[in-house]
Every structure is written in C-alpha cells, then in structure tokens.
C-alpha cells in the first residue's frame, strides 16, 4: 500500500486543446514520462477525465507515492515540464493517507465495500 495518494486538480489550457490527440500522446510520452521515470522509482499514477462535470477542474492526476520524499520529486519533476502552467493550470493539490483516520487510533477500517 502507498505511503500518500495525491489528488492533482488541473485545468485544460488551450495550448493543450489546440494540439491533436496524437500529438498530446506525443506530448505526454516525450515530456512527462521520461522526466518523472528519471527522477522518480515509487510512484504510481492514474488520470480521470471530469470536464464533463466541473468547469473549474477538467481533469484529476492521481499520483500514489511510497513516501513524502517520492511524491516531492514528483512534483518538482511535473514543473519542469510543459504540463505544469502551459497545458495545464494546477487549481489544487490535495495529499491524503488512506485510512488514515483508522491507523492512527488502531481501529478497523469502515467501509462500504463487502469483503
């Protein structure tokens, strides 16, 4: 289980909506990838899409970490890129322990989920 889950709240720029969809896929495999793979070795990442239910946060990186220190790289490395403040504006970066509520005082966990 990761150490942090990091919620990155992003908004489409136009300079992103401008390019085509294989040149975005271009984008992302020659600017982000190789620049958090050369940084960073435990991380895990996801996308989700929302623009279709939020004006203000097109899309949602979701990035789990195995400790602070990773995640931080993370970061550092995403600013270095044009991702960060030219495709996309960053609206907010939430950082959360899963459960960790629940860790803290030694309870089980409550969920919704049957086991």
Known sequence: MSELTAFILVKTRREWLDLTVPERINAFETAVLPTVRDRV??????????EFYSA???D?????????????LV????????FWDHY???????VGVENGYAKHYGTETPTTINA
């Open 41 to 50: 070795s435990n991380v895990r990442s996801r996308f989700y899409d929302t």
């Open 60 to 72: 949602i990186w979701v990035w789990e970490a195995d400790d602070h220190e990773s995640f931080q």
């Open 56 to 58: 203000r946060v097109t």
């Open 88 to 94: 996309f504006d960053i609206a907010e970066i939430l």
């Open 75 to 82: 970061i550092e490395a995403l600013r270095e890129t044009p």
